[in-house]
């Protein structure tokens, strides 16, 4: 842990800040896109790797599409279930399910609430695009730990698809990712947020 890790998640924070005060969700977006183009292109700790960075010029990005914001209810009437998942470098992350949300024709998502100090909400998302536009083992829409949240209020939650962004794992393999389990894959496309450049990160 570095002091430059702290600076890198306190710039997340502060872009999901920026997110969730936008009145144009869009240019809320917009703002977001270019700061994680400056972490992942400039930070000490982005995740992509020494010949990547050399190369970067920028995260491939679908057009916002405003269809895609949703703002939505969580269904919490759901059977518990608790998952134990194991990571190379955090031991077991424990996730347990907190609920549901509809995002209309896509489809229902489940909604978790990952372990550690504090804890926070996770709502990763494995569509038809994974594996060729996208990360085979998914992206993620919310990881409120990491800063990764667009608000709501009471039992509602924004979640916006185009702000799906993939974890690190997906940059270098070095890393390792809890990822979406069988409650968060849709087989629906969603042509939205990042996307992989062509032949992938690695």
Same mark, same amino acid.
């Given at each position: 842990?570095?002091?430059?890790?702290?600076?890198?998640?306190?710039?997340?924070?502060?872009? $999901?800040?920026?997110?969730?005060? /936008?009145?144009?969700? =869009?240019?809320?977006?917009?703002?977001?896109?270019?700061?994680?183009?400056? #972490?992942?292109?400039?930070?000490?700790? !982005?995740?992509?790797?020494? *010949?990547?960075?050399? /190369?970067?010029?920028?995260?491939?990005?679908?057009?916002?599409?405003?269809?895609?914001?949703?703002? @939505? *209810?969580?269904?919490?009437?759901? @059977?518990?279930?608790?998952?134990?998942?194991?990571?190379?470098?955090?031991?077991?992350?424990?996730?347990?399910? #907190?609920?549901?949300?509809?995002?209309? =024709?896509?489809?229902?998502?489940?909604?978790?609430?990952?372990? %550690?100090?504090?804890? %926070?909400?996770?709502?990763?998302?494995?569509?038809? !695009?994974? %594996?060729?536009?996208?990360?085979?083992?998914?992206?993620?829409?919310?990881?409120?730990?990491?800063? *990764?949240?667009?608000?709501?209020? %009471?039992?509602? #939650?924004?979640?916006?698809?185009?702000? /799906? $962004?993939?974890? !690190?794992?997906?940059?270098?393999?070095?890393? !390792?990712?809890?990822?979406?389990? =069988?409650?968060?894959?849709?087989? *629906?496309?969603?042509?939205?947020? =990042?996307? #992989?450049?062509?032949?992938?990160?690695?």
């Amino acid at each position: 842990m570095t002091l430059s890790l702290l600076d890198w998640r306190r710039q997340v924070f502060t872009l $999901y800040a920026g997110a969730r005060a /936008a009145a144009d969700p =869009e240019k809320g977006w917009q703002a977001w896109r270019s700061g994680r183009d400056a #972490l992942a292109g400039d930070h000490p700790d !982005s995740p992509l790797d020494d *010949a990547a960075r050399a /190369a970067f010029t920028g995260l491939p990005m679908a057009p916002y599409d405003p269809s895609l914001r949703f703002v @939505a *209810a969580v269904d919490t009437d759901v @059977a518990p279930l608790r998952l134990q998942l194991p990571t190379a470098d955090d031991g077991v992350v424990a996730m347990d399910r #907190l609920g549901r949300v509809t995002l209309g =024709e896509l489809g229902r998502l489940d909604v978790w609430w990952l372990g %550690g100090y504090g804890g %926070g909400v996770f709502l990763p998302l494995r569509d038809g !695009s994974a %594996g060729t536009t996208t990360y085979g083992g998914g992206r993620y829409l919310l990881d409120t730990i990491k800063g *990764a949240d667009l608000g709501g209020d %009471g039992g509602r #939650l924004v979640v916006d698809l185009n702000f /799906a $962004y993939h974890p !690190s794992c997906t940059y270098d393999p070095r890393w !390792s990712c809890p990822l979406a389990q =069988e409650g968060n894959r849709i087989d *629906a496309v969603v042509d939205a947020g =990042e996307q #992989l450049p062509p032949g992938g990160w690695y």
